[in-house]
C-alpha cells in the first residue's frame, strides 16, 4: 500500500504526510528530498539551472526510478505536470489531493522562487493556483479539504479513508 500525497504549495503535504505515515505505520519519503539529495542541490538551484521543463522532467525521471513500498509519498506541487508521472503515481498508489483555499496558501507561502515553485505559464500565487488546481482534481483518488484543520486532524481525515 502506498499513499501518494499531491496539493499546492504549502498545502502540508510533507508535514500532514509524516504524521499520516506514524497513524498508518507506513514508511514516508518527499520527492522534493529525493530530487535535492540525487542533484546536491536545492530545488531553486535546480529549476534556474535546467529551466522548467528539464526541471519537469527530472522530477519525473527520480520518481519513476524510485522504489515505493508501503509508504506516504509527498510529491512537489508540480508532479502533476507530467502525465507519465501521474499515471505511475496512480498505479502504484491511491492518490490524495490535499485541497487548501488559496487565501490559506497565500497566507502560507511567501517566496514562490526559494520554495522551488515552477508553473507553466503562471508567475503568481493566484495563477498557479487557478492552473494546477484542475489537475489536481483529475488525478485525485480522493480530495481532502484541510482549511481550518490542525495537521493532525488532516492526517486523521486522510488515515479514516484507509482504515478498514
Not at 495537521?151 to 479514516?160: G, V, Y
Given at each position: 500500500m502506498n499513499?501518494?500525497?499531491i496539493g499546492m504549495p504549502g498545502a502540508g503535504k510533507s508535514t500532514v504526510g509524516v504524521v499520516l505515515s506514524k497513524l498508518l505505520n507506513l514508511n514516508f519519503t518527499d520527492t522534493d528530498l529525493l530530487i535535492q539529495r540525487k542533484?546536491?542541490?536545492?530545488?531553486?538551484?535546480?529549476?534556474?539551472?535546467?529551466?522548467?521543463?528539464?526541471?519537469?522532467?527530472?522530477?519525473?525521471n527520480v520518481i519513476l526510478n524510485h522504489m515505493f513500498d508501503h509508504t506516504v509519498i509527498a510529491t512537489g506541487g508540480s508532479v502533476v505536470y507530467r502525465e507519465k508521472t501521474m499515471q505511475y503515481?496512480?498505479?502504484i498508489s491511491t492518490v490524495v489531493y490535499i485541497r487548501?483555499?488559496?487565501?490559506?496558501?497565500?497566507?502560507?507561502?511567501?517566496?514562490?522562487?526559494?520554495?522551488?515553485?515552477?508553473?507553466?505559464?503562471?508567475?503568481t500565487i493566484p495563477e498557479i493556483?487557478?492552473?494546477r488546481c484542475a489537475l489536481y482534481e483529475k488525478y485525485a483518488d480522493h480530495c481532502i479539504d484541510t482549511d481550518n484543520c490542525s495537521?493532525?486532524?488532516?492526517?486523521?481525515?486522510?488515515?479514516?479513508l484507509f482504515q478498514m
Open positions: 499513499i501518494t500525497l542533484y546536491n542541490k536545492k530545488l531553486y538551484e535546480l529549476i534556474e539551472a535546467q529551466g522548467t521543463q528539464h526541471f519537469l522532467d527530472t522530477e519525473m503515481l496512480k498505479q487548501v483555499s488559496l487565501d490559506e496558501i497565500q497566507n502560507r507561502v511567501q517566496n514562490l522562487h526559494k520554495r522551488g515553485v515552477v508553473s507553466l505559464h503562471a508567475s493556483y487557478a492552473e495537521l493532525e486532524q488532516s492526517a486523521l481525515k486522510i488515515a479514516q
